[in-house]
């Protein structure tokens, strides 16, 4: 059995730790997929839990030196804020200690500056005293990892900056505890302690702010558990009593009173209300509710009291599916990272490569002293190098679109789908539902053979009654509106495509649209005029014959036309589209004529009718086939083949029963406009991941080069180690930041 665990893992630093995680639990025998995410610091590994049990997984990535916290579910959303706190005020004392103590090295060591120290600071040992907690106490992290992934033959971002401080480290406490022997090669002793401990100090420096900034980019799951009611007033026993939410069990009677949010999902039993969902569907207009209604966690109950039973409770809630979508979203991988991932896997030990040559081509070329050159070059090639920022580049970006998309009602299920939408050039819109508002209503009823329009209403609802098409229940809705007495049915069957048919009173009926009279050999020409009249001005026209014994032809006794209301964002969410450059095509199993009203009324000029639901796959296929990337509107359950076959399909949501999993992104509004808003948030995104990209890899390509000394043979210039750290801690802190821009972008 498939099996998807999601789980924090501790001590990843930079994308070369991603590669090196993913390689680990993909080698674990029955893991099918495993995804590493450095912003979430999660890992979601999809595994057989007959072969996999949580202890191989954790075994498997502390085989590669990281911690995985297998059992984080259980732990609250407070516990783990709560760790993170503890883990920033522990960086922050470390922080503040290696910046104090390097920079009183500074002082007392670099040129011109150290003429204003006190003596006792220029004293080499009394540097080395204060060197070496900087480097073995608050960088104890780095030698953990480091001898960790050699232990397994890997290397990371540590192992470049352990690497260069020890090289600056050893050399300075060599020259400071033997100076008589450095002397006597010619080179005068001068320890560059403040080389190692302010290097460690501004990397610990940009990894707190780099902390602190990616805490920002999971604010949307943050305000998504902030909606939720902390209590709930249950009804037991005739008695009203307050309890947490989390003692609310599935059928529980549960009171909510104006203002008051509502706890948990479920269906109106008494009283009636305005209920405002916007924090949920993003729909500003509160929605009137009776009995019978259903009603969504978190929303806020705006003016009556009501009673409601409790129908979905805990992790089932809309609200839990949400956030588990949001997360799961956020932590995956989008294709476009995955090159910065198999790039940075490569980087480092190509950067250790380059360090060496630095200090090799320094040493037998550089000018005297020689030694300090290759040195100092060599740190600055290590420290300079850091992959950190190409590891932050897509997955912060990600973080916070999908975040963005949340708060907008809009959910997208992975980084791909994300990813994929930018590209979109057609969307195919399923038309009742979608561009209508799925709620049509009897507007005609013709009678033929001398009966009456109630008869033929009578008939057409007895048979549709067994029918879950939406225009069979605008005709039920329309006979119990005029009271009418409803025939019991015999043999029904529907048709698709085409409509129903079944025995009432030993007569067989048909009822159905054109092609379900050519098929019985019901002659409907004569009525041809007044049909294509109708169906002209957008109205769908349903025909019922009756066959009074078996052997005798159907005869046409009734006409009614339906039409479906087209919803008020349709026309602007259309042209939002449109403005995009975006082809907008409907497909419907309406016939043509009926379309094609309804296309010139929403400006679609391509209109796909006459499409049976087992078609609509094909259709799909055949605008891809034109070399189209194609996004499939609909209601996520009836179109589920034509949406999987579409490069995103996108999914209407429909109150408590969003088909979250019908779709690559579900639009929890109905508003059409955000459909347009999905698109340009991808746009949008993927901005962002280009340009964080382009920074990421620009910083390495031309910065590394710098740090070899590619300057000096024609300028002199060579880059300070020091200014080297601060450089690398800047570039991921930037893209950071630039992630969370994103937050500020208008998507609608």
């Known amino acids: 059995m498939q099996t998807k665990k999601t789980f924090s893992i501790k001590g990843m630093h930079c994308a070369s730790c991603v590669m090196v995680l993913e390689q680990s639990l993909k080698k674990v025998e029955g893991v099918s997929e495993a995804t590493v995410n450095l912003a979430t610091e999660k890992a979601t590994v999809t595994y057989d839990s007959q072969k996999v049990t949580d202890a191989t997984l954790s075994s498997a990535v502390s085989n590669v030196g990281y911690q995985a916290l297998i059992t984080e579910e259980i732990r609250t959303e407070d516990d783990e804020q709560k760790e993170k706190q503890q883990e920033l005020r522990a960086l922050r004392l470390k922080v503040i200690v290696s910046l104090t103590l390097g920079g009183l090295i500074l002082w007392g060591a670099f040129p011109g500056l150290m003429k204003t120290a006190p003596m006792f600071l220029q004293n080499f040992w009394v540097q080395l005293l204060l060197a070496v907690p900087v480097q073995f106490w608050a960088g104890f992290g780095f030698y953990r990892a480091t001898i960790s992934a050699l232990k397994h033959r890997t290397a990371n971002m540590d192992t470049l900056v352990v690497i260069g401080t020890t090289v600056a480290f050893a050399y300075s406490a060599f020259v400071t505890i033997f100076p008589q022997l450095v002397t006597n090669i010619g080179i005068e002793p001068a320890p560059y302690f403040d080389t190692a401990a302010i290097i460690i100090g501004l990397i610990l420096l940009g990894r707190y702010f780099e902390a602190r900034a990616k805490a920002g980019t999971s604010e949307a799951i943050k305000k998504l558990i902030g909606l939720q009611a902390k209590t709930a007033r249950v009804v037991r026993d005739n008695k009203e009593m307050d309890i947490p939410i989390s003692e609310v069990i599935i059928g529980d009677g ?34 009137d509710k009776v009995a019978g209604d259903t009603v969504v966690g978190a929303t806020m109950n705006k003016t009556g009291t009501f009673t409601f039973k409790a129908t979905k409770v805990g992790g089932e809630t809309m609200l839990a599916q949400i956030i588990k979508l949001v997360q799961e979203a956020q932590g995956s991988k989008a294709p476009i990272q995955r090159l910065a991932d198999l790039v940075s896997s490569y980087f480092v030990p190509v950067v250790i490569m380059l360090a060496f040559a630095t200090f090799a081509v320094w040493y037998i070329f550089g000018p005297a002293p020689s030694l300090l050159y290759a040195l100092l070059n060599t740190v600055a090639v290590l420290i300079i190098a850091c992959p950190c920022a190409m590891g932050l580049a897509t997955p912060t970006a990600i973080m916070v679109g999908i975040g963005k998309g949340a708060e907008h009602g809009i959910l997208i299920k992975d980084a791909e789908s994300l990813e994929t939408a930018h590209k979109i050039n057609t969307i195919i819109f399923d038309k009742t539902g979608t561009l209508t508002k799925g709620q049509p209503e009897v507007t005609d009823i013709i009678s033929f053979d001398g009966r009456a ?36 049915v015999e043999k029904f069957k529907a048709i698709p495509g085409r409509g129903v048919e079944g025995t009432i009173d030993g007569k067989r009926i048909v009822f159905g649209n054109k092609r379900l009279m050519n098929k019985e050999g019901v002659d409907v020409s004569s009525e041809g005029d007044r049909i294509g009249e109708m ?78 639901p087992d078609q609509k796959e094909a259709e799909v296929r055949k605008i891809q086939a034109e070399g189209k990337v194609v996004a499939m509107v609909g209601d996520g359950i009836n179109d589920a083949p034509a949406l999987a076959a579409a490069d995103v399909g996108i999914a209407m949501g429909t109150g408590t029963d969003v088909a979250i999993e019908a779709a690559d992104i579900t639009l929890i509004s109905k508003d059409l406009r955000s459909v347009a808003a999905a698109v340009v948030l991808s746009k949008k995104t993927m901005r962002t991941i280009r340009l964080n990209l382009f920074w990421a890899f620009g910083y390495n390509v031309i910065l590394i080069p710098v740090a070899m000394g590619a300057l000096y043979p024609f300028f002199h210039l060579l880059l300070n180690p020091i200014f080297a750290s601060v450089a690398m801690a800047t570039s991921s802190v930037s893209v950071v930041t630039n992630s969370l821009l994103l937050k500020r972008k208008k998507i609608s």
């Open 453 to 488: 329009q109630d008869e033929v209403l009578s008939l057409a609802a007895s048979i549709e009654k067994g029918s879950e098409h939406s225009l069979a229940e605008a005709i039920v809705k329309a006979a119990e509106a005029k009271h009418l007495s409803l025939s019991a």
């Open 254 to 287: 549960i009171r909510v009173r104006p203002g008051e949010k509502i706890p948990v999902d479920g269906i109106i039993i008494d009283g009636e209300s305005s209920i405002d969902e916007s924090m949920v569907t993003g729909e500003s207009m509160p929605v």
């Open 535 to 612: 169906e002209s001005s957008g109205k769908t026209v349903m025909m019922i014959a009756l066959r009074q014994a078996h052997g005798e032809a159907f005869k046409l006794v009734g006409l009614i036309a339906v039409a479906d209301i087209v919803k008020e964002s349709a026309k602007e969410g259309l042209c939002a589209l449109q403005k995009l450059g975006i082809e907008v095509v409907m497909i419907t199993g309406d016939n043509q004529r009926t379309a094609s009203a309804i296309g010139q009324k929403l400006g679609i000029s391509r209109v796909l009718a006459e499409v049976l």
